[in-house]
């Protein structure tokens, strides 16, 4: 996903837990929710099956800094959203660098068509056929794992 892509808007709906969000007024405050609860008939339940409007929702949220917030508003936070036009569809013959967010260390250096990997979607989520057994390769996929792609032409 080609970064310029993602925007962070204010949800529409209500948040579940382990979302990343962001400060609606600081967004470089970033941290991840849990306990969502939803207002019905005047009063705060756990959030089960439907999720309501952002306005009749809130969540607790962990910040990076391991501050926390409990009974924060969805609507007073941030998600990102992405979109198809920033999706980049990957090619046997692309070159791809996976490196780990939190250390930088490469994980993965290689032509696509050499890595242990078979694409069989064209999702924003993908779904990943692991031809020796690796558990990890969608995960490097949708967490935040920063990548580089690179085509020949």
Not at 93 to 98: E, G, T
């Given at each position: 996903?080609?970064?310029k892509f993602i925007k962070l808007n204010t949800p529409k709906f209500g948040l579940q837990s382990d979302r990343k969000v962001y400060d609606l007024i600081d967004t470089t405050k970033s941290g991840v929710t849990s306990n969502p609860e939803s207002h019905i008939?005047?009063?705060?339940?756990?959030?089960k099956g439907?999720?309501?409007?952002?306005?009749?929702?809130?969540v607790t949220v962990k910040w990076d800094d391991n501050s926390i917030d409990t009974e924060r508003l969805s609507?007073?936070?941030l998600v990102e959203e992405w979109s198809y036009e920033g999706l980049?569809?990957?090619e046997e013959?692309?070159?791809?660098?996976?490196k780990d967010p939190k250390t930088g260390v490469i994980i993965c250096e290689n032509q696509i068509s050499?890595?242990?990997l078979k694409l069989s979607s064209r999702t924003m989520k993908g779904h990943f056929e692991n031809i020796n057994g690796d558990d990890n390769w969608e995960k490097y996929f949708v967490e935040n794992y920063?990548?580089?792609l690179y085509r020949t032409t």
């Open positions: 996903m080609d970064e008939d005047n009063s705060w339940v756990p959030t439907s999720i309501p409007a952002a306005e009749h929702s809130r609507s007073t936070l980049h569809m990957i013959s692309d070159f791809l660098k996976i050499s890595i242990p920063y990548a580089e």
